[in-house]
């Protein structure tokens, strides 16, 4: 990857999160899957795809996060940003504007509980973003149980992404989709934040959904655009302990 074409990209890792599941004071993040910390293999796959920057917004146990990925990573100048209060996803990126306001270019946004990502798909979904000059750019992915996943909902056959809703919020035909949203997106950073400034937490939960994004722009008129993953593993997150075990697996 060549000098210009990284400093064209940045990366915001959501790392805030308690894992109450996870039944330990420890942040969920620095569990250990396949001999280190789940984070680690997070940012090893967006270093080598490319992230020039990489912004971690951080909550429970975040000086313990930022010390061990500072440790770890002493050849990255990891910038960190924290979320006090746990507000949803769209929030968590709410907490990197003025960090990255400095920045013009593509985002990649992902959780940082996700170990399996791969530096190739990050570079597909890359490819995927930049070939069709989206705005918004969802990592989806087909399982046959969708249940508790947001789903993606397609304008037809076509690449275009039109809304993701989550499972909570969903309608009985809704559900019948099994594509799934990764909850890994790329922006144009520019209109990420834009877009962020409407959000509003008139939903289920109570809090601002990243998701929600992409139907602003769309509202907009702006172009938003959907990569399947190829192995949905990859985007497989880890919310408890059996979890942790059963991704473990599959690394061996």
């Not at 620095?30 to 967006?46: Q, T």
């Not at 990891?78 to 507000?87: A, D, V």
């Not at 949203?181 to 209109?191: A, K």
Request: glycine share 8%; charged share 25%; net charge negative.
């Amino acid at each position: 990857m060549n000098t210009s074409s990284q400093s064209a990209r940045a990366a915001i890792v959501l790392a805030a999160g308690k894992g109450t599941r996870m039944k330990s004071e420890r942040a969920k993040v620095l569990h250990e899957i396949a001999g280190k910390p789940i984070i680690d293999h997070v940012v090893s796959a967006l270093q080598a795809a490319g992230a020039g920057r990489i912004v971690i917004v951080i909550g429970h146990q975040g000086d313990d996060v930022r010390d061990h990925l500072q440790e770890t990573f002493t050849d990255l100048k990891l910038e960190f940003c924290w979320q006090r209060e746990q507000k949803g996803t769209g929030h968590a990126v709410m907490m990197t504007k003025d960090a990255l306001a400095d920045f013009s270019g593509t985002v990649v946004v992902t959780a940082g509980d996700v170990p399996f990502i791969s530096e190739n798909t990050l570079n597909a979904l890359f490819a995927q973003h930049e070939s069709v000059k989206a705005s918004a750019t969802c990592l989806s992915a087909v399982f046959a149980d969708a249940s508790g996943y947001g789903r993606t909902v397609r304008d037809g056959d076509s690449s275009r992404l039109l809304e993701i809703v989550e499972h909570k919020d969903a309608s009985e035909e809704i559900l019948k989709i099994n594509e799934i949203n990764s909850g890994i997106f790329t922006f144009d950073s520019r209109e990420l934040f834009s877009a962020l400034d409407s959000v509003t937490t008139e939903n289920s939960q109570g809090e601002y959904y990243l998701t929600d994004v992409i139907a602003i722009l769309n509202q907009a008129g702006k172009n938003c655009s959907i990569c399947v993953a190829e192995n949905p593993d990859e985007v497989r997150g880890i919310n408890s302990i059996e979890q942790l075990k059963e991704l473990e697996s599959l690394f061996s």
